[in-house]
């Protein structure tokens, strides 16, 4: 911006934010004019989200200003921010689809008549506000009736008959389709004529060159530069996002890998049936899953595993060919999975780590056919514990007492009592220190020296970049590409999971 | 095992209490009397704890106890049936009970609440149609029969006798107790009851054994409904083994069960189960009760009995949090 004489109509300055020591803003300043379409990009955990979140009044900032035309307004809750006119239209909507569209757009205010509800202001009111993002519907529509795309229309129009000034999008188009998303760019246009002020969240890079006038770019909770209308083109974009400095965060050495461990053909999950996987893990070798969140990547590794049921295709493990199985099957054949959510999917949080570790194998240990080997169990349970150097008080202490890096090593350990032979990881150091972290690596580090083949999914770069063999990089349930360790860059990843094609990456690298 | 301690304590006094209060407690006819219920309600309780641990519920326990009850002698006096004939249909329906509830709750995914609060009352409804309200008895034949549950097994050089339910429900709960403890699908059990997620993600048929445990609540409730009208002699369709779920569930939750699942000790079940029986017996024998408010006694004495527990609970973990910094 050149020295303008005016103060933008709405500034946020110097924001910053915890969550539990986590820093997830340090300093990040947006400016945004009236009437614009002013884009935020970031790779995962970048703090966009939570940018947002502040701005809408969902949870307040620790430090810094909130301003607009120049003066600081409170933005402590979701009717203050309505107040100030700044409306949050969320990822996933938050309608009552139980009601229909008018109910919901007037939820919470409705107009009275003697005391009663006042239906007819409701409809007559809706379907002004239904006009203004260009739907001719009936306000007595059930909203379960409407698609995706209608459905976030009437959280616009909702916005809008709360006289909102800025509309927040977070990732408006991650499920609607293309002409959804055309029917969006023109009502954001039309809304924009109005001097209604959009800020607009989205991975698709191809999306904001389209309609955004300005683009801040955010990177480890702060500023990494902001591009005007003419200087947003996609590579710029990218370089912004991902500029980061990688130090040798960890080092590994690679390995000439084995046989096939793994084979998977022709899989369809059923998040995303209408793309077929194909892939294969060797022996030694640490294969990541690079993407961005939504991406399917946690969907496709669940389907690999046997936890969720896949449409069709077919997997190969250790030499036997596998269709619809369960992860019964998989498991003595020798696959493990570490989930992405702990708590929920990979820990029993009350009991202690040796029931825990001891679960999987209770049915391949059994004695006599039906009994608990409790020795067996209490053998592996130690021996994981030195193995993986797991603290904590005795093997009975619930693991829910345990610090997040040793609740991960205990799902950890749990798995290789199991000896398996294909590890499964998805997002293995999410929250746990960088001391469990480091320890995290090794392991996965003398689990491929031992032979086994991993395959991991992983929203954190450096992570992808130093650990993997190869890098597998998904877009929207599909695998959008192959980088070997040598040409994997933040920039070759970024741009196949933002939807880039391969052949651009060939020729760029070429030049 | 603390746990196991407080239910016993409470058991102790309640029995003291009784016996200090009215000095017809500690005759050996109300003993034996005593023992004979509790054991037969320990037998429903160790079957309600199963699905309880699950993470499950099953209200038609009661509705079992009817159909069982009046089936068997239905089906030996009308009927005409042998004995093993009419032991094993009996067997074979209240298994086939289960089945079906355990199959409804996983493969048709409906919640255990409303699945047995239906095979309460249709099990209910279905005896009464299919006895025509008839009361149904033995006729003062099949005494060898009878004596599984009127019979018991003397104590020598004593007039005292352990009555035969009493050693049906030991047998009962060692089982019990080995299945739940020792075996690997009561450590399915244990765990999928708390996080069923988790075990499934672990390589284990959870649906399997959430089956396998409304399987044996239907088989102990079919148990308990033979060794009932053996015990009483006839049963009536109307209210034979009415709220007789209820007991079970009070037994298996004051013995140690959380309805959030993972949780019990067959032990404490058992306790639990008598705790019941000996407050039903305070309330007959001290006259300073009157005896219709029995229902609110009970309910006091539970509720009382689970705010301890959490009370306990919470001080336990406050301490621990304390020790920890």
Sequence with gaps: MTESSTVPFLQACDL???????????????????????AVIGENGAGKSTLMKILAGVQPQDEGQILINGLEVPLKGVDQALEQGIALI???????????????????REPTRYGLIDSNQIYSEASQYLKMVGLEIDPRTLVENLTIGVQQMVEIAKALSVNARVLIMDEPTSSLSQLETEELFRVISNLKSQGVTIIYISHRLFEIKEIADRVTILRDGKNAGQLEKDAITHDAMVEAMVGRDISQFYSRETREPGETVLSVQALRTQTWPQHEVNL???AGEMVSIAGLVGAGRTELLRAIFGVDPSSSGIITLSGQSLTKHNCRTAINLGMAMIPEDRKSEGLI??????????????????????????????????????????????????VQYLSGGNQQKVVIGKWLSMNPTILLLDEPTRGVDIGAKQEIYRLMEELTAKGVGILFVSSEMEEVL??????????????????????ASEESIMHLATGGQPSALMTEENN | MKKVLGIFLLLVFICVATALLSDRFLTAFNIENLIRRSALFGILSIGAAFVIITSGIDLSIGSVVCLIGCLLPWMLVECEMSVPMALTMVTGISLFIGLTHGLLITKVKLQPFVVTLCGLLFYRG????????????????FSSLRSLSQGQLAIPGTDFGIPNPCLILVFVAILAIILLNFTVYGRYMLALGRNETATRF???NTDRMTILAYVICGLLSGLGGMLFVLDVGSAQPVDFGNFYELYAIAGAVLGGCSLRGGQGTIIGVVIGAAVMQVLKNTITLVDAIPTNIEYAVIGAVILGGVVTDELVKSFAAKRRAKLGK
Excluded: C, W, Y
């Design chain 1, 16 to 38: 910053t934010k915890s969550f539990s020591g986590v820093k997830a803003l340090r300093g990040v300043t947006l400016e945004v004019e009236r009437g614009e379409v002013h």
């Design chain 1, 90 to 108: 969320h990822q996933e909507l938050n309608l009552a689809d139980n009601l229909n569209v008018g109910s919901n757009i007037f939820l919470g």
């Design chain 1, 280 to 282: 294969k893990v060797r």
């Design chain 1, 349 to 398: 949080l009350e009991t202690g780590s040796r029931n825990n570790i001891g679960l999987p194998g209770l049915d391949r240990h059994r004695i006599n056919g039906i009994f608990v080997n409790a020795a067996k169990e209490k053998s592996d349970a130690e021996r994981m514990k030195r193995e993986m150097r797991i603290k904590s008080a005795h093997d009975s202490q619930p």
């Design chain 2, 202 to 204: 672990s390589g284990i």
């Design chain 1, 466 to 487: 130093s650990m993997s063999d190869r890098v597998l990089v998904m877009h929207e349930g599909r695998i959008a590409g192959e980088l070997t360790r040598d040409r």
């Design chain 2, 126 to 141: 279905l005896t009464r149609g299919l006895v025509k309200d008839q009361t149904q008895g033995f006729r003062g034949e």
